[in-house]
């Protein structure tokens, strides 16, 4: 299993965006998941949203933890600094990146185990703290990488390829999310790109904790029918609430819908979301009334999708400290080091 | 006979945590202070709970012996919960000052220690009506009668209360006035001086007088650290505190009122160190503050810093252990735990500072040794250090010093073609360069991870680029040896066969004991240790000598292990002297254990005695 570099040729015809990358410049290693993973669609959604926001690949800072669902930064934004930390404890590491470079765009990548099992408390806490970051996770209900055994996104009464069934409870990933204050929720499918795509430029322009559960079946372990994670059970209760049919950033935007069909939400760098409603009394800016719609579609079956929640003008961690405007890895000693002179008056006033 | 001393005496307070006693106990250490006599103060805390019991001891020294002595001769008894343990460790011939306004049976005393009864209470009730004006001005009271039964100048407190209180000054008057209350029923009613004194001398000079706690964090300040994470415990709370209160002094933006720092209280240790390890990566300088229990907790993210080369700096403020152990007791029981933290092969750089003001430098230097070695590093302070103010030398910092950021390759370095793997070991020292994310478009992007990798970041799991991997670790880790705080090496006056080795906190006992073996007899050079690992000077010392004595504060003598271990020094050679009650190390106790094993060497064996 060694790392396979991919060979850089590039096709003269190949689309260039705004800064002359082509969408090669955001790819990474040959994938060494296995072939139909979800996991491998949400990376080439990355790698495409990434491409279409323009984006210089050396300013983001890709951070996960362990497991497969974590191993795919290296297959993304080669470019990029990446970071693959312990076990559930992404949250952490990543905040400290960000408190010493606020310049950078924070990728967090984790799965359901990462995250729901070992790293439920970082991830709250993270989150909790208004970290500006897309944190995702590769949802797939198990371990995929320590073979298959249940993680605590597997819903109850979920089969497992052997045959065992799930008796424990399930944690929804994006109800905590709401309710320790992500001001960005969104839950997707892998199978759904054009879907996922506009969703992930949306939480990167966004200005706080961005949180993305994507449903990303695992074929090796949990694809089966009587798992509620395959790719089939999801297609078949998918139920999206709205379209993010495109991201302008700070562009007019002209649009043909009717009256009360489209919603422009501005973010706070003057990037539009064009919000296509799908049902009719679902508000993304409702914080419980979007719980309430959730828990009551969960316990009818069903796996709504969509930006469940913006909050496009929200705080973040940096806010909250009062840090300066200069990223702290870049301040030197005359910024830091108060002086022999200080230290002097120090020494008088302890004795 | 009572005992008779000038300015050399121990003065225990006992009192009821919560009940203001504290500041008035503080105020009588401080005044000594002025007199120009050093004092070792100790709190002993045994909780934090309001209504426990706690004490307070203060050492007056003009010998400037600063470590722990033992025993109490003046005894300020103001706890009846701990009023029978508070009146058997006074030594023959001390002192008890009681208040004396309920009478208590004389079976509750001693024949063989003066008893001083002062009816505070009653002076208080008279006094004063406001319940808790009654219970602080107590405080201040027996403060009062202290100063005329030592014979103190009173000036000296009433300066100290003016300083105090300055910017609230309506509250100078009423202290003043308890003061006086207080010393003037002493002068009036009890026999003032008794025959232990504190006189005015000149032995304090330009030492400061500073908690561990608080010099560290101020070393942490001066070292350049912007990020802060770290999660409440007893004894190390008060570093990352008085972290937060320098930077709100220091460490503001003038222009704009913004922070130059980041202070997050994480969620537990395992984040603390998460959020420093991701800080440190992307190149801040970060560091936690933590005691055993936070330190059992990070191991797995020190492997990754070991092991993924990341600098990171953490305060291990001691505690006594295992599992939550004596939480406000003092050790040094975490040297192993830290030296090898987590699993699989690893070795950390430990520092041991022996007062604050190696706190503060060993604070700030940490920092330029993880960046400079691009592994986590440990200041091993302990409660004792952390928690107490101690006389020290002076705080210093050079004008000039610049922070040394280690092998950073910058974008212009990696434009001009320079070769970059961040693993590679260009320049022979184990030491490779690294990148800060964000650097360069296109050059010097690497992928961190805690898994196996070849010298340009590329995962493998080869046994070949593993061990080549692991034994540039080793050569780092020689490396440090040349850079951490060298020990200290004090000889005899005349050659001896024997040597001690110290660390940390035993410093000022270990100096007290050198001179009283001394007087009987015993000579030994000594050699304080600094840091690990260790300095051939180490090595050095011990093949200079038949025996030496390792003194330390823990149960299973864990730097000996380090230095059999690591040196792979004759463990016969190497005499442990233990102390680990969860009281600071005495003089007396190491004078006695190892004149003990000096003096069973000076008796002729028994064949010869026979033959
Ligand atoms: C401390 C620790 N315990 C256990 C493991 C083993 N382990 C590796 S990945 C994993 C589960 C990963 O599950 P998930 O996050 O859902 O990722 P997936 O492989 O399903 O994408 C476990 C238990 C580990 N690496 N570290
Ligand atoms: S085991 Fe499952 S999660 Fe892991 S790569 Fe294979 S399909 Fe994906
Ligand atoms: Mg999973």
Request: with cysteine; glycine share 8%; charged share 20%.
């Amino acid at each position: 299993m060694t790392y396979i570099v991919k060979p850089k040729f590039h096709h003269p015809s190949l689309p260039v965006n705004e800064l002359g990358f082509t969408h090669r410049d955001y790819e990474g290693s040959i994938s060494t998941l296995c072939a139909g993973c979800g996991h491998d669609a949400i990376s080439a959604a990355i790698i495409q949203a990434c491409f279409e926001l323009n984006l210089p690949p050396h300013r983001v800072a890709k951070l996960s933890g362990i497991g497969c669902s974590s191993k795919t930064p290296t297959y993304f934004l080669g470019s990029s600094h990446g970071f693959n930390s312990v076990h559930g404890r992404m949250p952490s590491v990543l905040t400290g990146a960000n408190l010493a470079n606020r310049d950078l765009i924070y990728l967090g990548v984790s799965g359901d185990g990462d995250t729901a099992s070992i790293g439920l408390g970082q991830f709250a806490h993270a989150i909790r703290r208004g970290v500006n970051m897309v944190y995702i996770v590769e949802n797939n209900g198990v371990y995929g990488l320590t073979k298959g055994q249940f993680s605590a996104t597997a819903d109850r009464g979920s089969k497992s390829k052997r045959g065992v069934m799930n008796n424990d409870n399930s944690v929804d990933l994006v109800a905590m999310a709401l309710q320790v204050g992500a001001s960005f929720v969104a839950r997707s499918f892998s199978g759904d790109k054009a879907q996922l795509v506009p969703l992930i430029k949306a939480a990167i322009e966004h200005k706080g904790a961005a949180f993305i559960d994507c449903i990303s079946p695992c074929v090796a372990f949990n694809n089966h029918p009587g798992s509620t994670k395959s790719f089939d059970y999801v297609r078949e209760h998918n139920e999206a609430v709205n379209r993010l049919d495109f991201m302008a950033p700070r562009a007019p935007i002209h649009v043909d819908y009717k009256p009360g069909e489209l919603e422009i939400v501005e973010q706070h760098d003057g990037s539009k979301l064009a919000l296509r409603k799908l049902h009719a009394d679902y508000d993304p800016h409702d914080k419980l009334g979007a719980m309430t719609y959730l828990q009551e579609r969960a316990h009818a079956g069903e796996i709504v999708t969509g930006l469940l929640y913006v909050e496009p003008e929200a705080d973040d961690l940096h806010d909250h400290l009062n840090t300066v405007e200069h990223p702290l890895n870049e301040l030197n000693e005359k910024e830091l080091c108060p002086g022999a002179g200080t230290l002097a008056k120090i020494n008088a006033s302890l004795r | 006979m009572p005992i008779e001393r000038v300015n050399d005496f121990v003065v225990r307070f006992a009192n009821v945590n919560g009940s203001g006693s504290a500041s008035a106990n503080q105020l009588f250490a401080r005044a000594v202070l002025r007199m120009g006599v050093p004092v070792a103060p100790r709190n002993i805390f045994p909780s934090n709970i309001q209504g426990l019991p706690t004490w307070y001891e203060v050492r007056i020294t003009e010998a400037g012996h600063l470590g722990a002595r033992g025993g109490v001769d003046l005894m300020v008894a103001m706890n009846p919960q701990t009023w029978d343990k508070d009146v058997a460790s006074i030594e023959p011939g001390g002192y008890l000052f009681y208040d004396s306004t309920k009478p208590l049976p004389a079976s509750k005393f001693r024949t063989d220690v003066t008893v001083i009864g002062m009816p505070l209470t009653a002076i208080c009730n008279r006094e004063y009506t406001d319940p808790r004006q009654r219970q602080l001005f107590k405080n201040i009271m027996y403060v009062g009668a202290l100063t005329a039964l030592l014979d103190m100048d009173v000036t000296a407190v009433e300066k100290l209360i003016g300083e105090e209180f300055k910017g609230k000054d309506k509250l100078i008057a009423p202290n003043l006035k308890a003061l006086h209350i207080g010393r003037d029923y002493a002068l009036e009613h009890l026999t003032c001086p008794i025959t232990l004194t504190v006189k005015r001398a000149d032995a304090v000079r330009d030492r400061i007088y500073i908690e561990g706690n608080s010099a560290a964090a101020l070393g942490a300040v001066y070292g350049g650290a912007t990020v802060c994470a770290w999660y409440p415990i007893t004894p190390s709370s008060s570093l990352a505190e008085a972290f937060t209160r320098h930077c709100a002094r220091y460490r503001i933006d003038p222009q704009t009122g913004r922070n130059r720092y980041a202070i997050i209280q994480a969620e537990d240790e395992l984040a603390s160190l998460g959020i420093v390890v991701g800080a440190a990566w992307n190149g801040a300088r970060a560091f936690t503050a933590t005691s055993g229990p936070g330190i059992s907790l990070m191991q797995e993210f020190l492997g990754l810093a070991y092991f993924a080369e990341i600098p990171a700096v953490l305060f291990d403020v001691q505690r006594g252990g295992p599992s939550t152990g004596m939480p406000t007791r003092t050790q040094q029981s975490d040297i192993v735990l830290a030296a090898y933290a987590s699993h699989g092969d690893t070795k950390h750089v430990l520092l041991f500072p022996e007062d604050p003001a190696e706190a503060f430098e060993f604070g700030a230097t940490a920092f330029d040794l993880a960046d400079r070695l691009q592994t986590p590093i440990f200041v091993m302070i302990d409660l004792d250090i952390g928690m107490n103010h101690r006389l020290c030398r002076p705080l210093a910092w050079e004008e000039k010093r610049a922070y040394d950021r280690g092998k950073v390759m910058t974008a212009a370095e990696l434009d001009a073609g320079k070769d970059f793997g961040r693993y590679l070991d260009v320049d022979g020292d184990g030491i490779p360069y690294r990148t800060y994310p964000g650097t360069h478009p296109t050059r010097g992007s690497f992928f961190t991870r805690g898994s196996t990798r070849d010298r340009y970041a590329r995962y493998t799991e080869e046994g070949g680029p593993y061990v080549d991997n692991m034994q540039r670790l080793l050569r780092k880790f020689e490396t440090a040896k040349g850079l951490v705080p060298r020990p200290v090496r004090r000889d005899a006056d005349k050659p001896t066969r024997h040597g001690v080795i110290y660390y940390g906190s035993t410093s000022p006992a270990m100096d007290e004991a050198i001179v009283e073996l001394g007087e009987r007899g015993h000579r030994l050079d000594m050699l304080r240790v600094r840091a690990f690992p260790f300095h051939q000077d180490v090595a050095d010392f011990v093949a200079d000598h038949d025996f030496v004595f390792v003194v330390e504060q823990n149960r299973d003598a864990q730097l000996r292990m380090l230095l059999v271990n690591e040196q792979s020094l004759d463990p016969v050679r190497l005499v442990p002297v233990l102390h680990y009650d969860g009281t600071p190390i005495t003089a007396r106790f190491i004078v006695r254990a190892i004149a003990e094993h000096l003096d069973a060497l000076k008796i002729t064996p028994l064949r010869k005695v026979v033959s």
